[in-house]
């Protein structure tokens, strides 16, 4: 199937399920009598989508026409078509607005809008308003407030939202804004206590930054307060609104043009050779030297490139510490289930951490990227470790690392990071070396006129390399450059006393011989070299015992055990005292060239564990409809039939002809519609519940025994407090599913991209995907048995289906979504059934809503199977659509049927940021060119070029190489297929699939373990980890809980109302029951014990180990100590 026909096939199973829910819709059942969610095939259509829930008169399709015509003139996201089309709706050239004022905003609304690719709720929400101020000559300058969901924009689009802003301020003829000394004080203090009164801003300028940027931008960037807490100085200023902080200033001046000023000068550079003035905008290039200036000054930070460990949470180990010996070893590629900052370990590697790295499990590392999701790869290395009886293995199965880590003494090396090239380009940070490995080796020998497989015997690669004089084969050298000249000294003495015994190689390792050789013993394990150990020898096997001798200069082709002591001996006269690297000396030793191994080592930490579950809001209701306080504790709505009514806002509907109030648009009585009262369109008044509750079972037809709970809302909080159909939350609840704050149902789960599948990987049978359009493999040939490699469509998703979860599976929450839709359209909307699923095979090929938190726009997908993981696993072309990448970012997913039949704009909270992460507008079908540009960074090579291998040596910049990417395919007839990749894999859901974090029940048991991995890791210093985990978690918390606990509020076990002080009666005063704290003395002192076991075990600073003692002593004189209590002796063996 083309993709042309591909696409053809999505949009016409989106119009079938859009007749059948319009149909629905006409009923009258819900808020609104049709489908909520335009469908946009382009970013034009989704643009004047999402701004014309604000002004309905835009959505017109001149301007949808001017926006692909500019595209074309242009190019696609290009900033000029953002300004041109600004003006163009500000000068009210399509449609009309009520002001001059209306017509700026909308057309500023528009510009962001494009620039975010119409799928974020900023244009809407993170932009409120413009507003009008006086400068000192009386003249008018623009104020433009912004709001925390700005955020959501990125700090590019919010910086670049100024640069718009000040265009239209230019071409309609405003003042530019005239600071003075106070307003840019105002704006460095409040940046400052934003950071450390609110929360950590990603980047805070220095004083100097924001006062340069305060005092010449020509425009006032401002907001309305967002935080309860008052500025410190600089008070009551006549043009700042506020002396409360503000989020939407804070972001968009600090994260925003501070953080972004580099491109952003690129964009209005571009802009002026396109014909626009924006003559105010030349301070941005002496902003750029100045902050180039200060970068320079800045001492480097003590830690390094520590940045990724400082926040360790406890139970979440560290993998190693910073660029350190034995951590995670640098390797370029991409997998096919790896790239968009998905990175690849072996699954051995995950196995022999403990389990703590699953699939799906997110990883802080040192570079190129800050974050990143960890994905399985079978070829690149494994781990090496060192047994409890001293032999040295490098694992290479899974199943083998779990059986062996209780025997495991050290991890010497953790094994291989694959990384793609793109992530460093995308960063633009700079190449770093990485060890010699066969796919490099396999370069040099196609550039000397060579051919040969990847992996060969040794006396091959012996021939290869001098036949063609290459480099020795990276599976027969060793880790030299990670042991010094004494060590190496010390192990070639060792293996001078060793002997050939047949294809092995025995070195002596008696009791005397252990305390002679331990150094050499010791840089055997360093270098790498896998041995056995019997009782008193050490025996390399025939592999090891050439490689390592051949390495050494012994002639082992030709060695036999007599003529050995006379080779060590001139070999030995070679080696003397030498000076240099213990690398050179090797190249001086041997027969053909020795390459670097190692190269670079990434130090690395735990993030967040991986996720997919099923999504619920506080409470868990079935139906946004209320209960009010009648719902008691758990918001039930048989706790309300006790009762027999419900007091809460609700919408006032009248019926004329049964001459009743009713909460529903439709009587339930005669089913005529019914009016809205226009005077008072919502009143708080007290409903029968029994009665709406009965027409709901009715409807329903289920019964007390199906469902022995219902929940709903303590109340609704949009603008009209509509409800939603009662019934509804009836079949809900039969099939224990929960509705989200829009009326829909959804399915969180981390990002993972995936390019190419197997048919066993995903459980679909061969035939199905036929079905589905998936003709031919990667190879093009037919498609026939589960193990060939197909490629992946944009839109196809493959769901988790992890059975070592204790969430439920996707399939299992598919299945019963479905059945609920079926029912809801059978019996509430009295329509056919859509779906009639029996097993999670009929699930194949239905369309999904796909979308990441903050966005208002959904992107449609189609299900074709499911994974053990714990993943969304989808095209990088669908994370890119919902403005996302894979470096621990989550995404949720709807039955698109259920979005459509149960999604209203009605339900959705009336305050700031109640559009964010609502489906606004669907994205029906993904354009290569207007999606997130991460993507277009993605390399698609099918092979890694020796010239990136050489640029990486001299730690050139990524821009220096060049390498195939997908914005080489931009335009032409392979953006879709043929995305090739550079390391196969054996199976994407080898590894753990559910991480120890999540398993371990309790946070001893997760720091217990998470310290006896870092004692195996040799890259890690454990005495660091312990003193993170104490100051960066456990102190923190436990002090933080204790000032909580003087200021602490009661709240009832009944109701759960919420008390600043108890009542004088010592009792609820809404319904009786009892009061307790909303902080207990268990949640202060849970992390006491450990701190202090910890600090003693590891050999914490004095200082740490009496802080944590005051503490201690802090808690027992507001607490009381605790009461000796007997115990068992067994806890003390």
């Not at 008052?230 to 409360?244: C, G």
């Not at 009587?667 to 029968?688: A, F, M, P, T």
């Not at 097993?839 to 194949?844: A, K, S, T, V």
């Not at 949640?1083 to 600073?1101: C, H, N, T, W």
């Amino acid at each position: 199937m083309t993709p042309n026909q591909y696409f053809k096939l999505i949009e016409e199973k989106v119009h079938e399920d859009y007749e059948l829910a319009k149909k629905a819709k006409a009923k009258g059942v819900d808020p609104v009598a049709e489908v909520e969610i335009p469908i946009a095939s382009s970013l034009a259509e989704k643009v004047v989508g999402l701004i014309s829930t604000v002004y309905p008169q835009i959505a017109d399709k001149r301007i949808v026409s001017r926006i692909l015509e500019l595209e074309k003139k242009f190019g696609s996201l290009d900033p000029c078509v953002a300004l041109s089309i600004a003006e163009e709706v500000a000068k009210e050239k399509y449609v009309k607005f009520k002001d001059h004022k209306e017509a700026i905003e909308a057309g500023i609304r528009v510009a962001i809008a494009y620039m975010t690719l119409g799928v974020v709720s900023s244009p809407i929400e993170g932009f409120v308003e413009l507003k009008f101020e006086k400068t000192k000559n009386g003249e008018d300058y623009f104020v433009p407030y912004y709001s925390g969901p700005i955020r959501s924009a990125g700090g590019t689009e919010a910086a670049f939202s100024l640069v718009v802003i000040d265009h239209l301020r230019e071409i309609f003829g405003y003042a530019k804004y005239d600071p003075n000394e106070e307003e840019i004080k105002r704006g460095v203090h409040e940046s400052y206590e934003y950071h450390e009164r609110v929360t950590n801003l990603q980047y805070l300028p220095t004083e100097k930054e924001i006062e340069f940027l305060m005092s010449y931008l020509p425009i006032q960037v401002s907001g309305d307060a967002s935080e309860s807490r008052e500025v410190y100085n600089y008070k009551d200023l006549s043009r700042v609104p506020t002396n409360f902080i503000r989020s939407g200033f804070c972001l968009t001046l600090n994260e925003g043009l501070a953080q972004k000023a580099p491109k952003i000068l690129k964009r209005v550079k571009r802009l002026r050779e396109n014909g626009f003035k924006l003559s105010d905008w030349d301070f941005l290039e002496k902003f750029v030297e100045l902050q180039g200036e200060l970068k320079k000054k800045k001492t480097a930070d003590v830690s390094g490139g520590a940045v990724y460990i400082k926040d360790l949470v406890a139970g979440r180990p560290v993998f190693g510490h910073p660029s350190r010996s034995g951590g995670f070893r640098l390797r370029y590629g991409r997998c096919r289930n790896t790239g968009y900052s998905c990175l690849a370990v072996h699954p051995a590697t995950m196995r022999i951490c403990g389990d703590f790295i699953a699939v799906g499990t997110q990883l802080k590392i040192e570079s190129p990227t800050k974050g990143c999701v960890a994905a399985s790869c079978t070829t690149i290395d494994g781990p090496i470790v060192k047994f409890k009886n001293g032999a040295v293995k490098k694992i290479t199965d899974c199943d083998e690392a779990k059986r062996v880590y209780d025997d495991v003494e050290e991890i010497i090396y953790l094994g291989d990071l694959l990384v793609p090239y793109g992530d460093f380009r995308n960063r633009n940070h700079a190449l770093e070396k990485q060890g010699y490995i066969e796919q490099y080796w396999l370069q040099e020998v196609k550039k000397a006129g060579g051919a040969s497989e990847l992996f060969v015997d040794f006396k091959e690669a012996v021939k290869i390399s001098e036949k063609l004089n290459v480099s020795l084969h990276p599976s027969f050298i060793f880790y030299w450059t990670q042991i010094g000249k004494d060590d190496f000294l010390a192990l070639f003495d060792w293996i001078g006393h060793g002997e050939l015994s047949g294809e092995k190689f025995v070195l002596p390792w008696t009791k005397a011989d252990k305390e002679r050789f331990a150094r050499g013993k010791r840089a055997l394990e360093l270098i790498g070299c896998e041995h056995e150990v019997s009782l008193e020898n050490v025996v390399l096997n025939e592999k090891n015992k050439n490689a390592l001798l051949f390495n050494l200069g012994f002639g082992v082709l030709k060695l036999d055990r007599n003529c050995f002591g006379n080779e060590f001996d001139k070999l030995l006269q070679k080696v003397g005292d030498f000076e240099g690297s213990v690398l050179s000396k090797i190249n001086e030793l041997c027969d053909l060239e020795v390459r670097d191994k190692a190269g670079v080592f990434v130090g690395s930490r735990m993030g967040r564990p991986e996720k997919a579950k099923l999504r619920k809001l506080t409470g868990s209701p079935h139906v946004l409809f209320p209960v009010g306080n009648e719902g008691g504790r758990l918001r039930s709505f048989q706790a309300a039939l006790d009762v027999g009514t419900v007091k809460a806002e609700f919408p006032d509907f009248y019926c004329s002809k049964c001459e009743k109030g009713t909460v529903y648009p439709r009587c339930g009585v005669c089913g005529e519609y019914c009016k809205r009262l226009e005077s008072e369109k919502y009143k708080e008044r007290r409903i029968d519940i029994r009665s709406y509750f009965d027409e709901a079972k009715k409807i329903a037809g289920v019964s007390v025994d199906e469902i022995p709970i219902v929940k709903g809302v303590r109340g609704t909080s949009n603008k009209d407090h509509s409800t939603e159909f009662l019934a509804k939350g009836l079949l809900r609840a039969k099939y224990n599913l929960h509705v989200n704050k829009d009326g829909t149902i959804r399915y969180d789960m981390i990002e993972m991209p995936l390019t190419h599948f197997k048919a066993k990987e995903i459980g679909t049978s061969v035939e199905k995907l036929r079905e589905l359009g998936y003709e031919k493999d990667i190879n093009g040939k037919k498609l026939e048995s589960e193990n060939q490699v197909l490629e992946l469509f944009p839109h196809d998703i493959v769901l988790p289906a992890c059975s070592e979860s204790s969430d439920e599976k996707a399939d299992d929450v598919f299945l019963k979504i479905t059945k609920f839709v079926d029912e809801e359209l059978e019996k509430i909307y009295g329509l056919e059934k859509k779906f009639n699923a029996k097993g999670r095979e009929d699930l194949i090929g239905v369309l999904l809503g796909c979308m990441a938190p903050h966005n208002c726009a959904s992107v449609i997908g189609r299900l074709i199977g499911f994974s053990k993981t714990q993943g969304m696993l989808a095209s990088p072309y669908m994370h890119a659509a919902m403005r996302r990448d894979c470096d621990g970012d989550e995404a949720a997913c709807m039955l698109f049927m259920d979005m459509l039949l149960n999604f209203s704009r009605k339900f959705l909270p009336a305050h700031r940021g109640g559009t964010q992460d609502a489906p606004l507008v669907v994205n029906a079908r993904i354009r290569a060119g207007e999606v997130d540009d991460i993507i277009f960074d993605v390399d698609v090579s099918k092979e890694i070029p020796l010239e990136l291998y050489e640029a990486a040596e001299e730690r050139k910049s990524p821009y220096d190489v060049k390498m195939e990417q997908v914005k080489d395919r931009l335009g032409g007839d392979k953006e879709f297929v043929d995305l090739g990749y550079s390391y196969e894999t054996e199976d994407i859901n080898l590894g753990p699939l559910c991480s120890s974090y999540k398993i371990l029940p309790t946070m001893q048991e997760k720091v217990n373990a998470q310290m006896e991995l870092c004692k195996k890791i040799r890259a890690v210093d454990t005495a660091d980890v312990a003193r993170l985990i104490i100051e960066r978690h456990f102190i923190r918390d436990t002090r933080g809980n204790l000032r909580k606990f003087s200021m602490q509020g009661f709240r009832c076990v009944g109701c759960n109302a919420k008390y600043r002080r108890p009542p004088l009666v010592g009792k609820c005063t809404k319904c009786g029951g009892k009061l307790i704290f909303t902080i207990s003395e268990g949640s202060i002192v849970k992390y006491m014990q450990p701190a202090l076991d910890l600090a003693r075990e590891f050999g914490a600073s004095r200082y740490l180990l009496e802080s944590l003692e005051l503490t201690e002593m802090y808690i027992q004189s507001i607490f009381g100590r605790e009461k000796e209590k007997q115990e068992a002796l067994g806890k003390w063996f």
